[in-house]
């Protein structure tokens, strides 16, 4: 049976929009999900600690070097905890990330990991804003259902 999961509902809407919740990339510098509408946006919710998450980040560089061209934008947001932080711009460098690392605001984080807060969780918003489909861990086949997300995320237009 390769029926669809089911989509998993959110106990409650956000307080304020999503699109007006964002993070922070350092340097003072700002996103806001609206700041993405009709690109294809890639939310890792990460921790440099995080194995699995440490497994999926080579391939999420990738996804954004074949399809940034396309309207793929990756957004890596950590969520380790402040002496987390302190190990991130190491970290990029290890792996050579090229896609933005943020840190999210307390609201988003609280809307989207409401219901799970394992790591690392990848969601994926087609051009519209709307979530395409939420990962949580990392392995077996998840790497190609989020490649096959974000392959049919790319196709819709935004209109």
């Not at 307390?106 to 051009?127: E, G």
């Not at 979530?131 to 861990?137: E, N, P, T, W, Y």
């Not at 997300?149 to 935004?158: D, F, N, Q, R, Y």
Request: aromatic residues 10%; proline residues 8%; charged residues 25%.
């Amino acid at each position: 049976a390769n029926s669809a999961p089911p989509v998993t509902a959110f106990p409650m809407p956000p307080v304020k929009p999503l699109g007006s919740m964002g993070w922070e990339l350092g340097g003072g510098r700002r996103n806001h999900f609206s700041d993405f509408k009709g690109k294809v946006l890639v939310l890792d919710f990460y921790a440099t600690w995080c194995e699995p998450c440490r497994d999926s980040i080579p391939h999420l560089i990738e996804l954004q070097n074949r399809y940034g061209n396309q309207g793929l934008q990756v957004v890596g947001l950590n969520v380790g905890g402040p002496d987390d932080l302190e190990e991130v711009p190491e970290f990029a460098k290890e792996f050579k990330i090229q896609y933005p690392l943020g840190v999210p605001d307390d609201d988003l984080s609280t809307f989207l990991l409401s219901d799970d807060n394992a790591i690392p969780q990848t969601f994926v918003f087609d051009r519209k804003g709307q979530l395409a489909r939420k990962f949580v861990g990392y392995g077996g086949d998840v790497a190609s259902q989020i490649d096959d997300t974000i392959a049919a995320a790319l196709k819709s237009s935004a209109e």
